[in-house]
């Protein structure tokens, strides 16, 4: 069992940063591969970045590619999510999940553990 808590959302404005985090509990983090997810107000939750259970492969949405980057400290159990050059249209709420595969993978599906999520609101 994983227990995920984010933090680190916010109001910022159009072409900012913000830099999410996700603490993981239990000792077997470093088994999980990590994703962060998002939904918008009336939108369905959808695949923002993936990173690979080691932290050697990472995935990303073409709407978040180039702009924001995973990352993971195993010895940490802490994953990351940084986000630049921000846009209105990344505003919702951001959730943070854990999959049982080594791989970085897109579908949530796939992802046996979520956190509550943290709000991301970006003022245009």
């Known amino acids: 069992q994983v227990q995920l808590v984010e933090s680190g959302g916010g109001l910022v404005q159009a072409g900012g940063s913000l830099r999410l985090s996700c603490a993981a509990s239990?000792?077997?983090?470093?088994?999980?591969?990590m994703g962060w997810f998002r939904q918008a107000p009336g939108k369905e939750r959808e695949f923002v970045a993936a990173?690979?259970?080691?932290?050697?492969?990472?995935r990303y949405a073409d709407s978040v590619k180039g702009r924001f980057t995973i990352s993971r400290d195993n010895a940490k159990n802490m994953v990351y999510l940084q986000m630049n050059s921000l846009k209105p249209e990344d505003t919702g709420v951001y959730y943070c999940?854990?999959?049982?595969?080594?791989?970085?993978?897109?579908?949530?599906?796939?992802?046996?553990?979520w956190g509550q999520g943290t709000q991301v609101t970006v003022a245009s």
């Open positions: 999940a854990a999959g049982n595969g080594a791989a970085a993978v897109t579908s949530g599906s796939l992802y046996s553990y």
């Open positions: 990173i690979s259970r080691s932290g050697g492969s990472t």
């Open positions: 239990g000792r077997t983090f470093s088994s999980y591969a």
